[in-house]
């Protein structure tokens, strides 16, 4: 089947440190996957997303990494802030099928 | 350049009713899809709209049915309503066949009771 699940539920930081927030996939065929990040009452907000034939991305503080090989995304917040604590969904698409597929999301915790 | 737009905020039904939802997609974007995300857990694929038809569906019961407009809007409509099906909709749009990704909705938070 299909699944894309997190490592960690609950990952605490404190202001300042640099977060990795860890994915696993199993869907091998996926060729697109994006990380979100859910505020409490809000929806999914596009953070960022990296397609199947890079294995890096860096954007503003964050960074994604892919390993095909093991199947698994990291997303890297450089700096953490308190405005950065969310639950952090990662999600998979595959070329030609219409839905992302979600994982149950890892809760991220910025003490200040 | 409005986001998406989702309406009620917040509903609460009784077992055996049906329930509307409605979604605004953002300006430019042509397709609509609708999740349900129970708490606790991350978003599961209802269906997709595309031109007014649905062009992809997930793993939900023939109950739960939409509609887009020719505005690209739509509605999320169940039917005979189940406590399980106590979520909160989302609502995300794009623009099919390019790169641009999905943009969601707060959502509606749906109660039943």
């Known amino acids: 089947g299909e699944s894309v699940g997190l490592h960690l539920p609950t990952l605490s930081v404190q202001e300042g440190d640099n977060s990795i927030i860890n994915c696993a996939y199993s869907?091998?065929?996926?060729?697109?996957f994006i990380w979100y990040k859910q505020e409490s009452g809000k929806g999914p907000q596009f953070i960022i997303d990296?397609?199947?034939?890079?294995d890096k991305r860096q954007g503003q503080r964050v960074t994604v990494l892919l390993n095909k090989t093991v199947k698994h995304l990291s997303l890297q917040i450089a700096a953490t802030q308190p405005g950065d604590s969310a639950v952090y969904f990662c999600?998979?698409?595959?070329?030609?099928?219409?839905?992302?597929?979600f994982g149950t999301g890892t809760r991220l915790l910025v003490s200040p | 350049e409005t986001g998406v737009t989702q309406s009620p905020t917040h509903l609460i039904k009784t077992r055996g009713q049906q329930v509307t939802l409605r979604c605004s997609s953002q300006?430019?974007?042509?397709?609509v899809s609708w999740y349900q995300q129970a708490l606790g857990q991350g978003p599961q694929f209802i269906f997709q709209?595309?031109?007014?038809?649905?062009?992809g569906r997930g793993n939900f019961p023939p109950r739960f049915s939409g509609l887009q407009f020719p505005n690209y809007s739509s509605e999320l409509n169940v039917n005979a309503l189940e406590l399980d099906d106590s979520a909160l909709y989302l609502c995300?749009?794009?623009?099919?066949?390019?790169?641009?990704?999905?943009?969601f909705g707060s959502g509606t938070r749906l109660t039943v009771v």
């Open positions: 999600a998979e698409k595959r070329e030609g099928f219409q839905k992302l597929v």
């Open positions: 300006s430019g974007h042509n397709t």
């Open positions: 869907n091998s065929a996926s060729d697109y």
């Open positions: 990296i397609r199947s034939n890079m």
């Open positions: 709209y595309y031109r007014e038809e649905e062009n």
């Open positions: 995300a749009s794009t623009l099919l066949m390019t790169r641009d990704g999905y943009t």
